[in-house]
């Protein structure tokens, strides 16, 4: 049997401010301007008992904070408005009635077109729907069509819900707001291992978290946690999602926490006793290091590319590798005689040739003059030609000098014009 | 027991109770030492550059040191991660001394407390083999826990810091001064292998001995002068 949907229709000023305190109550909200908030709460009404224990909740949540809010439940959801808006509360069953009896200005049209109903005799929604539609449609447009099977529940309005739902998540609720990281840090840590009990029994592993404070005075912080690999670890989570505590502003306290994750992965079952070996374990390992790793610094791996520029022969790319996508160099790769460290920017240097092309016999680093011992090159890399706005081609020397240090020098034009720069260490 | 196993036994005891939290880790790895060359690791108390344990290289020469660390962090066999405030190591480069792209990982920590942080997690990851700081680290309680993090998980952890004529007291365990040499092969339009002159200043068990060094990529091995002749296959160009 489907359970038939039920909506919840709160009518308060300023809709867009407490659109997400809202999200206490059920995870669909969805902002109806300019005096709505529309709440789905199929399925959640046995929190509070039942619908009447929700409506009385709700209501009282929102008197809590000095919000006069009135709402009605009732399916279809544009139902529920109109009838909102119309002045119903309470819980109806069945919306046909009322519906029918409303007068078309609950419909979303045009004065203009208001006005010529009105003139037709056509002043409430059961005058309407009593009409054949294809010649009301042919008279006034598709929209009047799509208003009224919005309003009978024939077709579904497009709603636009604030966040979108977690598939499982844990709150907690307080007596006493929390206002203190120490406070805070037992008490999430109690939402994570319910969280992770549940994803073990679910067979799944969390790839996105959301974590909810809802304060004291009506506000709401956020806070999004993404993992390389998808991990139910009590002990993994918890070190990522503690130090974050930081960046939440409880001001007068946080009333309610709640932890859902957004995105989960099917993750077997790992076994308990020798978890130290394996290729697997490893990758584990590593994909729980980079998660850490990314919370203060940045980390990634070089794929190197078949591209002969110097700067784009290595490409950044994420740090936790997957068993798919392999790191593998393309044939040819490196070229010889690429340096072991790149200085980027490039430093630029004076150099003393004796030939225009000829390798540089003296060097000045910053005050330091350095006569060159050996040399190697040129080696001429050209950019890609066939792009806008390409740099110069540019000579290449692999230097050594007088005391051992090898350097990867580079001119770039020829003869007075010519400018020097130091590159990399080999 | 007579005087002299009395001294050995206590010696054997407090050298356990020193790297006593490396014990587990060393006993996970299969070699306890990276080898380096067999003159140099004679030379060492533990055969080779030892793992779970810090070593600080000072950087006389930029390209040498990073061929050096690259070395030992190519044979420690397993993922290695580059720390420094902007990391410029290039994974072209690193190829030739045995270090490949795949298992090199960069990361970029400009506070110099992150970048400390960023270590100690990497040392104490049981998956990282080697990990390399390149930075100035001159709190003593620092490298303490660097050395402290490499006991636990294992891995070989090198300090790269530029080169001072007083370099002070040190946590690592032992400590090298890496320069470049002029090579002796190669004219002056051909570079040879690169040289260096690798200086060990301080040791647990060591005495301070320097060696001059040669990478010969081709053969995958750090060649001694002096020290048994190169295969005949390598041909010896004088200018």
């Not at chain 1, 046909?96 to 203009?112: E, H, K, N, Q």
């Not at chain 2, 030892?50 to 040498?64: D, Q, S, V």
């Not at chain 2, 970029?108 to 104490?124: F, G, I, K, S």
Request: charged content about 20%; overall charge positive.
């Amino acid at each position: 049997m489907v359970e038939a949907r039920r909506f919840l229709a709160l009518s308060l000023a300023d809709p867009a401010r407490w659109g997400a305190f809202a999200l206490r109550l059920s995870p669909l909200v969805s902002v109806q301007p300019p005096d709505l908030l529309l709440l789905d709460i199929t399925g959640i009404a046995h929190l509070h008992g039942d619908e009447a224990g929700l409506l009385a909740a709700a209501e009282a949540l929102f008197a809590r904070h000095g919000v006069v809010a009135e709402g009605l439940v009732a399916h279809p959801p544009a139902a529920a408005m109109a009838l909102r808006r119309a002045g119903l509360r309470g819980i109806l069953a069945e919306t046909a009635g009322p519906v029918a009896a409303l007068d078309i200005a609950a419909l979303p049209l045009d004065p203009p077109m208001q006005a010529t109903l009105r003139q037709l005799g056509l002043r409430r929604v059961a005058d309407l729907l009593r009409q054949p539609r294809a010649p009301l449609v042919r008279r006034f447009g598709a929209g009047i069509g799509l208003a009224l099977d919005v309003l009978t529940g024939a077709a579904s309005p497009a709603l636009g819900f604030l966040r979108p739902p977690p598939l499982l998540a844990a709150k907690c609720d307080f007596l006493e707001p929390l206002t203190t990281a120490e406070a805070i840090a037992p008490a999430l840590t109690a939402l994570v291992a319910d969280l992770c009990a549940r994803l073990e029994a679910a067979g799944q592993g969390a790839r996105r978290l959301t974590l909810r404070g809802f304060r004291a005075d009506g506000r709401v912080q956020e806070m999004g946690l993404g993992l390389a690999q998808a991990s139910r670890d009590v002990a993994h989570l918890a070190r990522l999602l503690l130090p974050r505590i930081e960046r939440l502003e409880p001001g007068p306290g946080f009333e309610h926490l709640s932890l859902g994750v957004l995105r989960a992965e099917p993750l077997g079952a790992v076994q308990a006793g020798f978890a130290g070996q394996g290729a697997a374990a490893e990758a584990a390992a590593l994909a729980q290091l980079f998660d850490r790793l990314a919370t203060r610094v940045q980390a990634w791996r070089l794929q190197p590319e078949p591209n002969h520029w110097p700067e784009h022969e290595a490409r950044p790319i994420p740090p936790a590798l997957l068993p798919a996508s392999p790191i593998t160099p393309p044939p040819g790769w490196p070229r010889p005689g690429r340096p072991t460290r790149l200085l980027r920017p490039a430093r630029e240097i004076q150099a003393v040739a004796l030939l225009p092309d000829a390798p540089p016999s003296l060097l000045r680093i910053g005050r330091q003059a350095r006569r060159v011992r050996a040399a190697e090159g040129p080696e001429r890399i050209a950019p890609a030609w066939w792009r806008d706005a390409a740099p110069s081609p540019r000579d290449y020397y692999r230097l050594e000098m007088e005391d051992g240090a090898r350097l990867w020098v580079c001119r770039i034009g020829f003869g007075p014009a010519a400018r020097w720069f130091l590159h990399g260490h080999l | 027991m007579d005087r002299p196993s009395l001294v050995a036994a206590l010696r054997a005891r407090i050298g356990r109770l020193e790297r006593a939290g490396a014990a587990a880790a060393l006993a996970r790895a299969q070699v306890s030492a990276i080898p380096l060359a067999p003159a140099i690791d004679r030379a060492l108390a533990d055969g080779g550059l030892a793992r779970a344990a810090l070593h600080e290289i000072l950087a006389a020469e930029p390209g040498a040191a990073t061929g050096f660390a690259a070395l030992a962090l190519a044979r420690s066999g397993g993922t290695v991660l580059w720390i420094a405030p902007e990391p410029d190591a290039w994974p072209s480069g690193l190829k030739a001394y045995g270090l490949p792209p795949e298992r090199l990982v960069l990361v970029r920590a400009p506070r110099p407390a992150d970048a400390l942080w960023a270590m100690e997690e990497a040392l104490r990851c049981p998956a990282v083999t080697g990990a390399l700081l390149d930075m100035e680290v001159a709190d003593l309680t620092a490298a303490r826990r660097l050395q402290l993090a490499a006991e636990a998980g294992g891995a070989i952890g090198l300090l790269l810091r530029p080169d001072t004529p007083s370099p002070g007291p040190t946590a690592a365990l032992t400590r090298w001064r890496l320069a470049a040499r002029p090579g002796e092969e190669g004219g002056a339009h051909h570079l040879g292998d690169p040289s260096w002159q690798a200086e060990l200043l301080r040791g647990r068990g060591s005495r301070p001995q320097s060696w001059p060094v040669t990478w010969r990529a081709s053969q995958d091995l750090l060649d001694i002068e002096g020290a048994v002749a190169a295969p005949p296959a390598v041909k010896r160009r004088r200018a």
